[in-house]
């Protein structure tokens, strides 16, 4: 695009230390932007320990900053991160939800607090290595949130709740690559990152091991757990470390159903199925495909749009989790101010607390936080249920 000259916008990158952000930043150089690098860091309560890759992050930042021939600056957010993101995510996992902190922090750190810091830099945008796309719609004037065009990194739900304002003064400049092109453009630019593996595990928790880090701040209450006929089969260590449709550590393993016949499934897993609070009591039913991890309908609260007004109702298609395909479906508005998805496909553990992402082919309309789901008959402790 030939260098823009003493006219050339100020854009600021979000730098993490991997890849994505690394070559979003050469990118934007590349096409004249002035390029300013931000290191965000959003989490100092065990910084000393092996599980926080923060230091180590920081110094690929500066590394990759270098190379590309950026300044770079590190600032922290750890004050708003705790305040808007981690106290809520405590507040839904003792209620016995399960949050989805990532979504929360771009809407409230990365596109908020980051945008604000950097429209103070003079930026007339900010850049991160989210697999997305925004385009503006030149019909209804609005701009719009796309899928990544790589399907297999897609990050469109995690950016759900970003609004008219944001996205306006977002760009996104992996978002029209595949992953293997970042990586082959990373190597061939000599960026000290280029082979580093992608970053998994919840934003500010890493790699650790989930519920040891829960434990710090969610007092345990054991409790029975249950099967679908009433019979205790376990304790639980709290609901709080349960999610729905989770089958490791239940520490029930060894236990069939009772009067199963030979081949009938009397060896199949056990499924945590629903966390009822009020009894302190988690229940689980055996099969992947038992009745009560099916659901056809939900409702979803809390809702965003990336429009600013809810899409009319009608047939869309939405995910209830990351990692899943989009699944057809019809939108029910109601009167609670949140939505209703009712799907002819039943979605499988659909989980209070995580994000429901309503999509229109490539376009991410938004979506809310699961609240209610039509689940089947109750459990009876004398049921046979199948």
Same mark, same amino acid.
């Given at each position: 695009?030939?260098?823009?000259?003493?006219?050339?916008?100020?854009?600021?990158?979000?730098?993490?230390?991997?890849?994505?952000?690394?070559?979003?930043?050469?990118?934007?150089?590349?096409?004249?932007?002035?390029?300013?690098?931000?290191?965000?860091?959003?989490?100092?309560?065990?910084?000393?320990?092996?599980?926080?890759?923060?230091?180590?992050?920081?110094?690929?930042?500066?590394?990759?900053?270098?190379?590309?021939?950026?300044?770079?600056?590190?600032?922290? %957010?750890?004050?708003?991160?705790?305040?808007?993101?981690?106290?809520? %995510?405590?507040?839904?996992?003792?209620?016995?939800?399960? @949050?989805?902190?990532?979504?929360?922090?771009?809407?409230?750190?990365?596109?908020?607090?980051?945008?604000?810091?950097?429209?103070?830099?003079?930026?007339?945008?900010?850049?991160?290595?989210?697999?997305?796309?925004?385009?503006?719609?030149?019909?209804?004037?609005?701009?719009?949130?796309?899928?990544?065009?790589?399907?297999?990194?897609?990050?469109?739900?995690?950016?759900?709740?970003?609004?008219?304002?944001?996205?306006?003064?977002?760009? %996104?400049?992996?978002?029209?690559?595949?992953?293997?092109?970042?990586?082959?453009?990373?190597?061939?630019? $000599?960026? @000290?990152?280029?082979?580093?593996?992608?970053?998994?595990?919840?934003?500010?928790?890493?790699?650790?091991?989930?519920?040891? %880090?829960?434990?710090?701040?969610?007092?345990?209450?054991?409790?029975?757990?249950?099967?679908?006929?009433?019979?205790?089969?376990?304790?639980?260590?709290?609901?709080?470390?349960?999610?729905?449709?989770?089958?490791? $550590?239940?520490?029930?393993?060894?236990?069939?159903?009772?009067?199963?016949?030979?081949?009938?499934?009397?060896?199949?897993?056990?499924?945590?199925?629903?966390?009822?609070?009020?009894?302190?009591?988690?229940?689980?039913?055996?099969?992947?495909?038992?009745?009560?991890?099916?659901?056809?309908?939900?409702?979803?609260?809390?809702?965003?749009?990336?429009?600013?007004?809810?899409?009319?109702?009608?047939?869309?298609?939405?995910?209830?989790?990351?990692?899943?395909?989009?699944?057809?479906?019809?939108?029910?508005?109601?009167?609670?101010?949140?939505?209703?998805?009712?799907?002819?496909?039943?979605?499988?553990?659909?989980? @209070?607390?995580?994000?429901?992402?309503?999509?229109?082919?490539?376009?991410?309309?938004?979506?809310?936080?699961?609240?209610?789901?039509?689940?089947?008959?109750?459990?009876?402790?004398?049921?046979?249920?199948?």
């Amino acid at each position: 695009m030939g260098n823009i000259t003493s006219s050339s916008q100020r854009v600021v990158v979000g730098l993490s230390g991997g890849v994505d952000s690394a070559v979003s930043a050469w990118l934007l150089k590349q096409q004249g932007y002035e390029v300013i690098g931000i290191f965000m860091k959003n989490w100092e309560d065990d910084d000393d320990s092996e599980y926080c890759s923060s230091n180590i992050d920081f110094v690929d930042a500066a590394a990759v900053a270098d190379v590309i021939g950026i300044e770079i600056e590190h600032v922290n %957010f750890a004050a708003e991160y705790k305040d808007r993101v981690f106290a809520e %995510f405590l507040r839904e996992y003792q209620a016995g939800r399960t @949050p989805n902190p990532d979504v929360l922090c771009n809407a409230e750190i990365k596109f908020k607090a980051f945008l604000d810091h950097a429209m103070r830099l003079g930026a007339e945008k900010i850049a991160t290595g989210h697999y997305a796309r925004v385009r503006h719609n030149q019909t209804t004037g609005k701009h719009e949130l796309l899928k990544g065009l790589d399907p297999l990194k897609d990050q469109s739900y995690f950016l759900h709740r970003l609004n008219q304002a944001q996205l306006a003064k977002t760009l %996104f400049p992996v978002g029209e690559l595949p992953k293997t092109e970042v990586r082959r453009i990373a190597a061939e630019i $000599g960026l @000290p990152n280029a082979k580093k593996k992608d970053s998994t595990g919840i934003c500010f928790i890493g790699e650790r091991p989930f519920r040891d %880090f829960l434990n710090r701040y969610i007092a345990k209450e054991p409790g029975p757990i249950k099967d679908a006929r009433g019979r205790v089969l376990g304790k639980h260590q709290g609901l709080s470390f349960y999610t729905l449709g989770q089958r490791q $550590g239940l520490g029930i393993g060894g236990v069939k159903e009772k009067g199963a016949q030979r081949g009938s499934g009397e060896h199949e897993p056990w499924f945590v199925a629903r966390k009822d609070m009020e009894k302190n009591t988690l229940w689980v039913v055996q099969g992947h495909d038992h009745p009560w991890l099916q659901s056809h309908s939900f409702t979803a609260n809390d809702t965003s749009w990336v429009a600013g007004e809810a899409p009319a109702p009608g047939a869309y298609a939405a995910k209830s989790r990351y990692r899943q395909a989009d699944a057809a479906c019809t939108l029910v508005s109601n009167t609670t101010g949140g939505v209703q998805l009712d799907f002819a496909e039943a979605q499988w553990a659909v989980t @209070p607390g995580q994000s429901a992402v309503l999509y229109d082919g490539d376009v991410c309309l938004g979506g809310g936080v699961i609240n209610t789901v039509a689940e089947a008959p109750a459990a009876q402790p004398q049921a046979t249920l199948a």
